[in-house]
């Protein structure tokens, strides 16, 4: 699978400081922050700084360090945030059947109150 990376995207712009953002963890190769249309109490968005794609693209051609880096920056904020109580959702979402909007890596992460089923239809 080829993984074309856009970098005018809008996590791009955002590494770049190009636009801002509402930074909830930032280390050496990872970057969180605030969804700008929070789906539940607590939406935040975690992005590599690197340029991947999809969760399958970071995950087949980043650093050990970056992947390291990624995982440890998600259990942070779970921590941070109190969601290991009640539980949490993460969810990434790639290309077309998966409705990506964004064409920069990300993972949601969702919580503070019950999510409801995993999929609906549509
Ligand atoms: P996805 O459909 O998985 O690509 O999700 C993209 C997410 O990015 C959506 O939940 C948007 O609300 C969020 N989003 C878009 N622009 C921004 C922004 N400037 N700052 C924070 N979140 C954003």
Do not use: W
């Not at 999809?54 to 904020?77: C, K, L, M, N, P």
């Amino acid at each position: 699978m080829a993984y074309a990376y856009d970098d005018q995207n809008i996590f791009a712009k955002i590494l770049r400081g190009e636009i801002p953002n509402r930074t909830v963890l930032e280390t050496d190769h990872t970057l969180a922050f605030e969804d700008i249309n929070p789906q539940a109490p607590v939406h935040v968005l975690v992005i590599p700084k690197g340029a991947y794609v999809t969760y399958d693209h970071f995950a087949a051609e980043a650093s050990d360090a970056e992947i390291v880096d990624f995982h440890r920056a998600v259990a942070r904020i779970c921590a941070e945030q109190g969601l290991a109580a009640d539980g949490c959702r993460f969810i990434s979402n790639a290309g077309t059947h998966g409705v990506q909007d964004v064409p920069h890596f990300h993972l949601h992460i969702l919580g503070g109150r019950p999510l409801g089923r995993m999929l609906s239809a549509g």
